[in-house]
């Protein structure tokens, strides 16, 4: 009872700031108010708007998009926002009430994956739009959601259009180079030993492009507790496979994959824990692994290294 009156003051505080915002004139010359939820978009769109917009990022390094929760203070700057862009598919479950709230409201609302077209996204049991939201991770989809952002930029900023425009024209050209760059690393190690083992299931979008064997303890969402069943055939599965490294990643308790390592010891085997990958959540503000394409470049160095 009292969760779900703490959900309704925050519907209700939004919809007074709601009310607040559209009593306030815009000033012309103000800068377009954007809002992203990830990481990952906040990066996106902060390449695209460069200094034309002003972006406030919802969730920070380390945080779990499929448990977050939106406080009061998140709330009112959505509802203060121009513009929000959500990665969509369900992946922040737990703003989608927010988002409905917000529906027929003056503030324009951008579920990114609406860029990618559905024939090509992997299939879940486990969201309520039954595909696998971990779409950043095909950079072929990351170039579709960069252009998808820049005409919605334009839409809501039109005196800025041609800023938006030469700034995503230069982002895709760097992901272009992303793209070459990672190819010639995962070059370097066998197909048999691409086998990427990891938390959850965060990584199924990288495994189809580059041609790597995924396997998440957690399944695809970080709310879907791993159990001792689930840990023991996983131990199995390394040892028949042979392989040398499992993964942690920076938005998901290491202790599943400590509990993961500690079984395959008490069957007298060896795997070591290869590193961190940055899966649901960038790196630390300023930091190379703090963009999309650092991000990327880390993780796909880190697990060549490791498994190699």
């Known amino acids: 009872m009292k969760k779900t009156v703490n959900k309704y003051i925050l519907i209700l505080t939004a919809i007074f700031v709601f009310a607040c915002k559209n009593d306030a004139k815009k000033d012309e010359n103000a800068k377009l108010n954007v809002v992203t939820t990830t990481t990952m978009l906040t990066d996106l769109i902060g390449n695209i708007g460069g200094d034309a917009i002003e972006v406030q990022g919802l969730m920070g390094s380390g945080v779990d998009p499929h448990l977050y929760k939106a406080s009061e203070g998140d709330v009112s700057k959505l509802f203060n926002a121009d513009v929000v862009f959500y990665n969509g598919l369900h992946l922040e479950g737990k703003l989608v009430e927010v988002f409905e709230k917000m529906e027929g409201r003056n503030v324009k609302t951008v579920a990114l994956a609406d860029a990618v077209d559905e024939?090509?996204?992997?299939?879940?049991?486990?969201?309520?739009?039954?595909?696998?939201?971990?779409?950043?991770?095909?950079?072929?989809?990351?170039?579709?959601?960069?252009?998808?952002?820049?005409?919605?930029?334009?839409?809501?900023?039109?005196?800025?259009?041609?800023?938006?425009?030469?700034?995503?024209?230069?982002?895709?050209?760097?992901?272009?180079?992303?793209?070459?760059?990672?190819?010639?690393?995962?070059?370097?190690?066998?197909?048999?030993?691409?086998?990427?083992?990891?938390?959850?299931?965060?990584?199924?979008?990288?495994?189809?492009?580059f041609g790597f064997e995924v396997v998440g303890l957690q399944g695809l969402s970080t709310a879907t507790e791993a159990g001792v069943q689930d840990v023991q055939e996983l131990a199995k599965f390394i040892i028949e496979k042979k392989v040398k490294a499992i993964f942690v990643e920076s938005s998901v308790p290491k202790r599943t994959i400590e509990a993961l390592q500690a079984s395959i010891r008490s069957k007298g085997h060896e795997v070591t824990i290869g590193g961190i990958l940055y899966s649901d959540a960038l790196g630390n503000k300023g930091t190379v692994e703090g963009t999309y394409t650092g991000m990327f470049r880390y993780n796909v160095n880190t697990i060549v290294g490791a498994l190699k």
């Not at 950079?139 to 809501?156: H, R």
């Not at 005196?159 to 990672?182: H, M, P, Q, R, W």
């Open 119 to 209: 024939a090509k996204l992997i299939g879940s049991e486990y969201f309520a739009s039954n595909y696998d939201p971990h779409i950043w991770f095909n950079i072929s989809f990351w170039k579709k959601m960069t252009a998808f952002a820049v005409e919605k930029l334009k839409e809501a900023d039109p005196k800025n259009a041609t800023l938006f425009e030469e700034n995503g024209k230069k982002y895709l050209e760097s992901l272009n180079v992303l793209d070459t760059d990672i190819r010639q690393i995962i070059q370097g190690l066998p197909a048999e030993k691409r086998i990427l083992v990891t938390a959850h299931d965060a990584f199924n979008y990288f495994g189809q492009d």
